[in-house]
């Protein structure tokens, strides 16, 4: 039938990642027009790919890429991130290298940052004949995370957490899971800022973010650790931060004479660098700057120190980790925590990390 060829034709291209996850479709009139059928056998051929999980449609707005489909031949193993298009593109990549080499394929869905699709991915993932899972649930925007983590247990096939882990877990919890040691990489950088003469360091943060709260206590705990004096109008955080926010915070670190700042992540603190400069403020000179993430700062200048996060390795090792609970289902769990590296660049006044 026309439709079933219109179909794996649109599966090739969202394979392919012409189209990747989160991408509005051409309309059923351009794409009848591109394979030279009715817009009638368009439709059907979507329809296939909203049954398979692989599209969905949204009332007024179109059709959206949801997961890639499902390589056939092989052990499939079904990937879920909150977001493909921060942080994770990099995890992402190090879960494809290490189960490409080890022959197996990848479902690879996003949640949007929301619980309830999160469910709905998961379901479409073991309907595609995921053999396990990788999750990065949305434990940041729930209710009750650790029941959610509880819940999991009752997947019928093994799992690994990526840079999460259960809120409060059992002393026997049986979660594997593999993260970066967010509190560790936070006093790296607060560490190297004192060494840099500073004193009176400020804090740009968000709340309700996947790793907020973690970062957040890894600013409080390195202060306190080091002496640093703590300027509570200048140690803020924030769901979103606007131009003007950022513009007042700056003044405010003008003010009391806050020398330094640690912000995460990198755009709050390349948007710092435009408003501290509308003050007359130099960065690092008047104003030195460390970002959490390592995700844009070659777009700023000056270019941002930053800690950076071991995205690849954490995914390969989660992929490689969730391989081997597959093929000993009675393996112990792993608790895998990676550190972070420094990388030092012109923001912060000091010398800069060899490439």
Known sequence: MKSEWVASKLREHIADEHWPIGTRLPTEPELAATHGVGINTVRRAVGILVDEGIVVRQQGSGTY??????PTGRRLIGVLVPSTSYYYPRVIEGIER?????????????????????????????????EGLILVPNL????????????????????????RRPPMPEPDDPTSYVVTNHVGGVHTAVRHLVGLGHSRIGFVGRVRTGTGDIVAEGFERAVRAMGVERVPEAVVRRTAWTAEELFDFAR?????????????????????????????????????????????????????????????????????????????????????????????????GGTATPS
């Open 98 to 130: 290490a189960l490409t080499a080890a022959g197996a394929g990848v479902i690879l869905a996003s949640s949007e940052n929301q619980p309830g699709l999160e469910h709905v991915q998961i379901r479409r993932m073991l309907d595609s004949g995921a």
């Open 252 to 348: 405010d670190c003008r003010d009391r004479r806050v020398s330094a700042v640690f912000c995460h992540g990198d755009r709050d603190a390349a948007a710092l660098v435009v408003q501290a400069r509308r003050l007359g403020l130099r960065v690092p000179d008047d104003l030195a700057l460390v970002a959490y993430d390592d995700d844009v700062v070659d777009l700023t200048d000056p270019p941002l120190t930053a800690v950076a996060p071991p995205k690849p390795e954490v995914g390969a090792l989660a992929a490689e980790l969730l391989l081997r609970r597959i093929d000993d289902p009675a393996s112990p769990a792993h608790r895998i925590e990676l550190q972070p590296r420094l990388v030092i660049r012109s923001s912060c």
């Open 140 to 163: 940041n925007v729930m209710d009750d995370p650790q029941a959610h983590i509880e819940a999991l247990r009752k997947l019928p096939v093994p799992y690994v957490l990526v840079e």
């Open 65 to 70: 890429v949801a997961a890639r489909p499902a």
